[in-house]
């Protein structure tokens, strides 16, 4: 079976065309996106802007077109915390579902948390124990945690690195006593529901997912995308500490030149590391790992066991 999964993040629109069948990982196929950078096309009121939404149906009509010509038979489409959380969501959704005919369907925040962690889960498999999962996106921070493929707790959390350089790096690098209100505030957020993770215990591993987590484990020495998906990669929390102060002294031009980082997210690295370092802190995690599954494949691996389909 082919399959088109339209995820509309808050950074990044992404058609991922993928083939299945019985006991055979999902095979991307084709990849389409545009950085659509939805979190920042906010106006004053919190409400998506008639640039972000032109933009955002643009894609949408043109993601549609693509997965006809690749001969997807069936199209998944979502979107995630920008829309989510914008004052005019039901706007945007009904102007993209009258303009192309593309159903959006919002996903909650713990389903974002729970359909990632399945798919960490499914590539990590049953000898990852009992497992954490912790998801930096544009727009949300997700975090879930359990023994099963359905996680015991999921949650979300406003912390995404895109929400966060808007709310706080939007005339530049912030001053110090700011930078540590913004340092308090993230670690206040995420330390009020730390103990629905940490009461079971420690977990028996921990991993990462997302842009932010990977060019962040790529400043710190990770191997490039370019040695491939299946190549181990961790961030340690050591090597982030130590990363921290450089990249606050960067000029923007220089982080935008730093390994794994595009031009287009630089500004986001430094709001990212922060909250990296404070799941890291709080959850006292020495290390992540790197996991190359996230949310589309969450999404596609539940849509194959609804359709019957075994994985590995």
Do not use: Y
Not at 11 to 19: E, I, K, M, S, Y
Not at 121 to 148: H, P, T
């Amino acid at each position: 079976m082919r399959l088109g999964v339209l995820d509309i993040g808050s950074n990044t629109g992404h058609l991922l065309v993928v083939d299945a069948h019985g006991g055979a990982a999902p095979l991307p196929a084709f990849s389409h996106k545009e950085p659509l950078r939805l979190a920042e096309h906010l106006d004053d009121s919190g409400a998506v802007t008639e640039a972000g939404i032109e933009a955002l149906t643009e894609f949408c009509a043109s993601a549609l077109v693509v997965a006809e010509d690749k001969g997807c038979e069936e199209m998944l489409a979502f979107a995630t915390s920008a829309v989510r959380d914008s004052a005019n969501s039901d706007l945007v959704l009904e102007h993209v579902r009258s303009a192309t005919g593309v159903a959006l369907e919002v996903l909650p925040g713990e389903d974002e948390a729970r359909l990632t962690f399945l798919a960490v889960r499914r590539w990590f498999g049953w000898s990852a124990g009992r497992l954490a999962v912790f998801d930096i996106g544009g727009g949300s921070l997700e975090i879930a945690g359990g023994k099963d493929e359905a996680p015991d707790v999921a949650w979300s959390l406003p912390l995404g690195a895109a929400r966060l350089a808007r709310q706080w790096f939007a005339d530049g690098m912030p001053d110090e006593e700011t930078m540590r209100a913004l340092r308090r505030q993230i670690r206040g957020d995420i330390a009020r529901d730390a103990g629905n993770l940490l009461r079971p215990g420690t977990p028996d591993r921990a991993a990462a997912t997302s842009k932010t987590f990977r060019s962040l484990a790529r400043i710190c020495g990770a191997a490039p995308s370019t040695e491939g998906h299946l190549v181990p990669r961790a961030l340690s929390a050591e090597a982030l500490g130590d990363w921290i102060p450089k990249l606050v002294a960067m000029t923007p031009e220089a982080l935008a030149h730093l390994p794994g980082v595009s031009p287009s997210r630089a500004h986001q690295i430094v709001p990212g590391a922060l909250v990296a370092e404070a799941v890291m802190d709080i959850f006292d995690l020495p290390l992540l790992e790197i996991c190359p599954w996230a949310l589309r494949e969450g999404v596609i691996l539940e849509r194959f066991d609804q359709l019957g389909f075994v994985h590995r």
